[in-house]
């Protein structure tokens, strides 16, 4: 069982930056591909951003440009460094890991641990 943990959520200004973090309790998080998501408000959960094993990253469009995924498999640990935050962007952040497939996916479903969550909250 692989646990997930984020950290770094708050509450900012619009045109401000947030970094969260995703720390995993397993040592084979470098073979695991790795997704950011987030859940508004009476919304669904939506992809935000992945990197998998081998490095590849992914954005959805509205996150390209200011939005930047890493991991740290020392510590094993991805990173989402989140610039130009807008209103918009509010929404409780998730970190996943798929441990299963060989491609990078956008599908939550495909995504078997999670954490529990951290509140972005920005401020116009």
């Known amino acids: 069982q692989v646990r997930l943990v984020e950290s770094g959520g708050g509450l900012v ?8 973090s995703c720390a995993a309790s397993e040592r084979t998080f470098s073979s695991y591909n790795m997704g950011w998501f987030r859940q508004a408000p009476g919304k669904e ?4 951003a992945g990197i998998s ?5 992914y954005y959805a469009d509205s ?11 020392a510590k094993n640990t991805v990173y989402l460094q989140m610039n ?11 970190c996943a890991a798929d441990s299963r497939s060989f491609v990078l996916n956008l599908r939550s479903e ?15």
């Open 84 to 94: 130009s935050l807008k209103p918009e962007d509010t929404a409780i952040y998730y």
């Open 110 to 124: 495909v995504y078997d641990y999670w954490g529990q969550g951290t509140q972005v909250t920005v401020s116009s």
């Open 13 to 20: 200004q619009a045109g401000g930056s947030l970094r969260l």
């Open 45 to 48: 959960r939506e992809f935000v």
């Open 63 to 73: 996150m390209k440009g200011r939005f930047t995924i890493s991991r740290d498999n």
């Open 53 to 57: 094993y081998n490095w590849d990253t």
